[in-house]
């Protein structure tokens, strides 16, 4: 994991992670064994891939 957190949106509360992954089924490991995921709430996840960065 490179950053995690919350993010303040007016619109309303959501979250940012930017994981450092060799895949989008690596990506899709880490979301699907997220408790989040299984918590029976609606949350829900985005995979993008980051074509660049400034660190």
Known sequence: MILAGPVADPAGPWSLLILRVGSEAEARAVTDGDPVSSS??????????LISAIL
């Open 40 to 49: 029976g709430r609606s949350f829900r996840y985005e995979i993008l891939p």
